[in-house]
């Protein structure tokens, strides 16, 4: 398959499709504007009924005849631009795929991704999964939404940073403590800072502050301390001692011998888990990492086109800050460590995971909003594919599409094939969108034999009428084949050594619009696409874990200051009372007013409609394992969604020779 680097084949098409949207755009921009202002948001109401001059609604009273009469006097130059423009939808390709090679700066907060030598231990890939509602303007009002250029500078801002965040972990293998938290880890160390989502850095900070010591944390005062016998407690950049040589060969812990080994400089390996040794009382240990540079690769793909440099300068909100936030991982032990019934970590963030992988973003509908969110996105992600969909009249797009899918892909792997697909039975307003399913083939590692190994996602956004349970069950199986042929197709050996690839991952992200616990999404519920894939928030059909959270927020309540920064919204998400308050639920006979008007369930944690499946069994002899799931607030006051993400361990279940 060939990549599409360009909506049209040729030049002069290119040229025709810019000039038929020259005429048409005053139109449409005029009539957005004018459907706008009479759709208002709840935040506009509240600036209006504090407004003592009524200057808001005065410009209302102007510019509303205003538009209409230019929308009038457009007409005609918008229906000249439609007779050039419907045709040439029948030779537009389905995709945009670009290419951006990162300068320095972006390289050391991102870029692309190693594809060094596969190791038997494996990696571990990063996946998300977000609903933006970029919609024309007037269409994003109807959800309590506006400005959605500005939002989407804003969400490809927030995206770009909290992916490029330093990653920490913290590993804790104790016997008597299975839960992990930066306050339990502050409490054993003293000379590590506690941070939290509430500290506020600038873009560029590259590390985060330290306190000094004051005493060494592994002995109490008076007892013969294994690593300073001479009582030495002063270095600020030793978390034992603080002011000593770091190379000395008194410290076990700087000596050149030890610096680079997972070896305890205290006592042998086989007492690791001993009481006496005071550097194993807890099982603690902590390291730091950035996102990997940007190796040197051959550039494929789009060349000429770079990332606008919009300029950052400003007054830095909290919104746009990001502090260094500890996360927890899995230790890659024999024994692994359990939150409950379940092998792996989750929570409620308010940051996307540091060096996120792969994202798959839905609703990315308007042309010049997707514009400025790819290049933001572009800061971070060197291959994204966008602009996917049909418009007017194409194959089984019978009906005339006005919006394309909405769905966009941005990745830190190359990308080697990317294929789209129409959902041909949409109904109603969701049959103007051309909903479909975006299929991509990725390369992340090279394996000892020289055998390229890959992975597969399927990217998609399901109809969304309710009560049409039987148009999204023939979607999910239109996505199961496609998804089958899409691998079959592009599973043969490669051209160039003829050895066969290595699959990783097979992932589905997007936003199925039906949740696992409300009595009408029963049908889609015990689909087959639950048997073939693996939900690490379901329990089975009808209940999900305790700990899943609903992804869909109360549009209602999305200006109010509880939820107005990613901060707060994580707080009210990690309370069940909050959740009652803002997220919206599945449908219940048992229902009470709040003290707002809004109607609540009495149970549950929401509607979950935004999903991340994995395929467990892509390889044989290898294993995947999901090391961690997260919801995530960064997005708050941006859309009606909690992001979620998830971090997945393939390894091919060898030993490392």
Known sequence: MVLHTSPYSSAFLRCLSSLSWGFIFPCYWLLDRLLASCVATTLEKRRRSQDPCSFMTLYLLVSTPLYLLLLLASLP???????????????????????????????????????????PQGRSFCFGSANVCLLPDSLARFNNLSETQRRAYEVGKRIR????????????????????????????????????SLDQRPENTAEAETEPLAECPIHTAGADCPIHPTGEQSSSDCPVHAAGEENAPDCPLHAAAVQNTSDCPVHSAGAQNSPECPMHASGVQISIS??????????????????????????????????????VFKKHTGRKRRHGDDGFDHEISAFFPANLDFLCLQEAFDHRATSRLRQQLHRY???????????????????????????????????????????????????????????????????????RVVGYLACTHLHSIEGDAAVRCEQLDLLLAWGAEFRKATSRPSE????????????????????????????EQQHALFTQYKDPCRLGPGEDKPWALGTLLDTSGLYDEEVSSPESLQKVMENEEGRKEYLVFPTSK??????????????????????????????????????????????????????????LAVSTGEEEP
């Open 77 to 119: 130059f918008a229906l000249l631009g439609f007779l050039l423009w419907a045709p040439l939808q029948v030779v537009r390709r389905p995709y945009l795929y670009t290419h951006r090679r990162p300068d320095k700066n972006q390289a050391e907060q991102g870029g692309a991704a190693s594809l060094a030598d596969w190791r």
């Open 161 to 196: 940073n909290g992916a490029s965040r330093p990653q920490i972990k913290i590993y804790i293998d104790s016997p008597t403590n299975t839960s992990i938290s930066a306050a339990s880890f502050s409490s054993l160390v003293t000379g590590f800072r506690r941070t939290s």
């Open 290 to 327: 950035a996102p990997e540079p940007d190796p040197p690769e051959v550039q494929t793909g789009n060349h000429h086109g770079e990332a606008d440099r919009e300029s950052m300068t400003g007054a830095v909100t909290s919104n746009n800050t990001l502090s260094h936030r500890t996360s």
């Open 381 to 451: 992600f060197p291959y994204v594919v966008s602009d996917v969909g049909r418009y007017a009249w194409k194959g089984c797009c019978s009906r005339f599409k006005f919006l394309n899918s909405g769905v966009m892909l941005a990745s830190r792997y190359p990308i080697l094939d990317a294929h789209y697909q129409c959902y041909p039975n949409g109904r109603g307003e969701d049959a103007l969108a051309a909903k479909g399913a975006l299929f991509v083939k990725v390369q992340v590692g090279t394996s000892s034999q020289e055998q």
């Open 496 to 523: 160039e050594k003829g050895l066969e690839d290595q699959v990783a991952f097979d992932v589905v992200l997007g936003d199925l619009n039906f949740d696992n616990c409300s009595s009408e999404d029963k049908l």
């Open 590 to 647: 048992n229902q009470c007013p709040n003290q707002k008007g809004r109607k609540i369930p009495l149970k549950g944690n929401g509607r979950r409609i935004d999903y991340i499946l994995y395929n467990e069994e892509v390889q044989q002899d290898w294993k995947v394992d999901i090391e961690e799931f997260s919801f995530i607030t960064q997005l708050a006051g941006l859309t009606d969604h909690l992001s979620v993400a998830m971090r």
